[in-house]
């Protein structure tokens, strides 16, 4: 089987996971910018990687633009964040980004990234900065954190990462799956 692996990544989480993958496959592997559709109709299986934003895959309009040129290959997506995988976590991610149809034919992976503050872009930076500030705020009067927001301050002013070679194991074995 001919495999392809696409990746959309800012701060090289995916990026890293993407060449992961790609080695242990001896897939092909593309930037998502690098990439076009005459290209990626030339294999079996494509593996698409962006970050969490918001819920949402960075990236995937470009499976979901050419979704009916693509929908007859084994579709994986594969998303990173830096959170914990919770309970539920996929099946929220797939709900917000994929349409009915598009549901059946991918299959959809979740894997732990990390932190890298200095190179986020500019609007996200600002995002964060209000995001930090309204958890302090939130703290300073005494409200009870969520986990979460515990976790993002106690890893804000620090570069965390949380990749491990070992989380890819489930989507190699859906690639190979005959």
């Known amino acids: ?26 897939a092909d592997l593309y930037a ?7 290209k990626m109709l030339e294999y079996d299986c494509i593996i698409f990687g962006g970050r969490l934003y ?17 929908k007859d290959k084994r579709l994986i997506i594969f998303t990173t964040g830096a959170s914990p995988k919770k ?19 991918v299959q959809l992976f979740y894997f732990r990234g990390g932190f890298d503050y200095k190179n986020l872009p500019g609007f996200d930076k600002f995002l964060m900065s209000l995001l930090k500030k309204k958890i302090l705020r939130k703290q300073k009067i005494g ?9 993002m301050l106690a890893i804000y002013d620090r570069d965390i990462d949380y990749t491990k070679k070992n989380a890819i194991e489930h989507l190699l074995l859906a690639a190979r799956k005959d």
């Open 54 to 70: 918001a819920v949402g895959i960075d990236g995937v309009a470009l499976i979901k633009r050419n979704f009916e040129k693509l």
């Open 143 to 151: 409200k009870e954190l969520s986990s979460d927001e515990k976790g």
């Open 87 to 105: 309970e539920g976590i996929i099946d929220e991610i797939r709900d917000k980004n994929f349409t009915v149809e598009q549901r059946a034919h």
């Open 1 to 26: 089987m001919k495999t392809l692996v696409i990746y959309k990544s800012v701060t090289g989480f995916t990026e890293k996971y993407a060449r992961w993958i790609a080695e242990v496959l001896s």
């Open 32 to 38: 998502a910018k690098d990439i076009k559709l005459e």
